[in-house]
C-alpha cells in the first residue's frame, strides 16, 4: 500500500486514544480536570516528555560508558513501543507498523551522535543531523496526514525540528563540560514537549470532537492538570537522575541538586507572593528539610556506608509524607482526602528510594524499570491534585477558554516574557486550593 493510502487509512485521532473510555458526558457547568480530552492530553504529556528525558539520559549515559547504558537504550526504545499498542487497537497492525518504523526508529541515530563526540568525527556528525531531518520531515507528513491537517506539516515539522534541537544541545553542553547549560537546556527542552501533546491533542480532539464528548485539551482544568503533570514528573526525574550522580561522585551532581533548587525557589517564591514570609517559610522548610535535603542525606550516607544515616534518611522521607499530605488535604479542604494524599506521596517516595537502592545495589534493570513506574506515577498525582482543586472551586474553571491574559507558563517559547512555568504552575495550584482560605493561619496553628 502506498504511504499516502495508509495515512489516510489511519487518518483520527492517535497515540494513546485507546487508554481512554469516553462513555460519560460532561455537563459543561461541571467543570473537572478528567474528561476525555484532557486525559489524552495527560496520556501524550507522560509518553512524549517520558522520551524526551530517556533520549537525553541515555545519551549522556552512553558517552560516559556508563555500566547502565544499555538498560538506558532499552528503556529509551520501550518508550516508542508502549505508543504502538494504542495505534493498533484502533488502525490495525498496517498502521501501528508504519507508526512505530518512522517513530521508533529515529531513535536509532542517538547513538552516531554520541560516536561522533567521543570520536570527534565531523563527517559521522553530518550523517547523523541528515537522519535528523529525515525524520523530522517523514513524521511532520505522517502526523498531518493523520489529523487531516489540523496539525498543520509546517508547524508540525517547526517543533519536531525544535525537539530534536532541544536533545542535541542537551547533549552538546554535557560534552563540553557546561553543566548549567547541560541543565537549563534540558529544562526547556522538557518543557516543549508539554507544547507538543498540547498541540497534538488539540488536533486529535478538533478532528473528532465527538469521541471526546466535546471536551477540550485547553479547558482552564485541562491546563491545571497539565502542568502539575510537568511539576510534578519533573521533580521525580530530577530526583532520581541527581542521587544516581551523588552516588557517582560525578562532576556536574552540583548542578544537578542546582536544578532540584531552582525548582524549590520557584515554588517558594509563588507561595510567599500569595501567603507571605510565613507561609513561604513553613513551606520551604518542610519540602526542604524533609524531602529534598533528605534525599540529599539518604546519597552521602550511602556513599560513606553510614547505615544509621541511611535509617535516618529514610525516616525523615517518611515524615514528609505524612506532613506534606496533611498540607494538601487542608488546602484542599479534603477534596483530596489526607489518606490518599499520605499514600500517592509514600508511594513516590519509595519509588525515589527503589530506583536509587536499585542503582546502588547494580541492578540497572530494576533501577530502570522503576524509574519508569515513578514517572508515570506522577500524571496520576497531577489528575489527583488537578481534579481535587478543580472540585473545589468549580467556579474558576467553569469557562473552557483560557483568560486573555493567562500568565506564562514557561512553554511554548514564552518563558522571557513573564513568571517560570514552575512559579505559574504554584501561583495556580495555590491559589485555587486556597478558596478563600488564608492558610497562613494554618500553617501557625501547626507548629
Request: glycine share 6%; aromatic share 10%.
Amino acid at each position: 500500500m502506498k504511504k499516502t493510502k495508509l495515512l489516510k487509512k489511519i487518518a483520527a485521532p492517535m497515540l494513546g486514544l485507546s487508554l481512554l473510555a469516553p462513555t460519560v458526558s460532561f455537563a459543561a457547568e461541571t467543570p473537572t480536570a478528567v474528561t476525555p480530552a484532557s486525559d489524552l492530553r495527560s496520556t501524550l504529556d507522560q509518553l512524549l516528555s517520558e522520551h524526551y528525558v530517556l533520549a537525553v539520559n541515555a545519551m549522556v549515559k552512553d558517552y560516559k560508558d556508563a555500566p547502565d547504558e544499555k538498560e538506558a537504550y532499552e528503556a529509551l526504545n520501550q518508550n516508542a513501543l508502549d505508543m504502538t499498542p494504542a495505534i493498533e487497537s484502533i488502525y490495525g497492525k498496517e498502521g501501528a507498523q508504519k507508526f512505530e518504523e518512522i517513530f521508533a526508529g529515529h531513535n536509532e541515530y542517538s547513538p552516531d551522535f554520541v560516536e561522533a563526540a567521543k570520536s570527534d568525527d565531523a563527517e559521522m556528525r553530518k550523517a547523523a543531523e541528515a537522519e535528523v531531518k529525515d525524520f523530522v520531515n517523514e513524521f511532520s507528513s505522517f502526523l498531518s496526514t493523520a489529523t487531516e491537517g489540523n496539525l498543520p506539516e509546517a508547524a508540525a515539522k517547526e517543533v519536531l525540528t525544535a525537539h530534536e534541537m532541544d536533545v542535541i544541545e542537551a547533549f552538546d553542553s554535557y560534552v563540553e563540560e557546561d553543566y548549567k547549560g547541560y541543565q537549563t537546556n534540558f529544562k526547556e527542552g522538557y518543557d516543549r514537549m508539554f507544547d507538543i501533546s498540547k498541540a497534538l491533542s488539540g488536533a486529535i480532539v478538533t478532528q473528532m470532537p465527538d469521541k471526546f464528548n466535546n471536551t477540550k485539551v485547553d479547558a482552564p482544568a485541562a491546563e491545571l492538570r497539565s502542568t502539575l503533570n510537568n511539576l510534578a514528573a519533573e521533580h521525580f526525574a530530577l530526583a532520581a537522575m541527581s542521587m544516581q550522580k551523588g552516588v557517582n561522585e560525578a562532576p556536574d551532581y552540583d548542578t544537578a541538586t542546582w536544578a532540584e533548587d531552582m525548582n524549590t525557589e520557584a515554588w517558594t517564591k509563588a507561595i510567599g507572593s500569595i501567603y507571605g514570609e510565613e507561609g513561604a517559610a513553613q513551606f520551604k522548610k518542610l519540602w526542604t528539610s524533609e524531602h529534598i535535603n533528605a534525599q540529599a542525606d539518604l546519597v552521602s550516607a550511602t556513599l560513606a556506608g553510614d547505615e544509621e544515616g541511611v535509617k535516618a534518611a529514610k525516616d525523615s522521607l517518611g515524615m514528609f509524607t505524612e506532613e506534606f499530605g496533611t498540607f494538601l488535604a487542608t488546602a484542599t479542604e479534603g477534596n483530596l482526602p489526607k489518606d490518599a494524599a499520605i499514600s500517592s506521596l509514600k508511594t513516590h517516595e519509595d519509588q525515589v528510594v527503589k530506583a536509587f537502592d536499585s542503582y546502588v545495589a547494580e541492578d540497572y534493570k530494576a533501577s530502570t524499570d522503576t524509574f519508569r513506574e515513578g514517572y508515570a506515577f506522577m500524571f496520576g498525582v497531577g489528575k489527583a491534585l488537578g481534579d481535587a482543586i478543580v472540585k473545589q472551586n468549580p467556579e474558576k474553571f467553569a469557562s473552557s477558554d483560557m483568560p486573555e491574559q493567562m500568565p506564562n507558563t514557561g512553554m511554548g517559547g514564552a518563558a522571557e516574557e513573564g513568571m517560570p512555568m514552575a512559579a505559574w504552575i504554584t501561583f495556580v495550584a495555590v491559589a485555587m486550593m486556597a478558596g478563600g482560605i488564608i492558610i497562613k493561619k494554618k500553617f501557625a496553628n501547626q507548629q
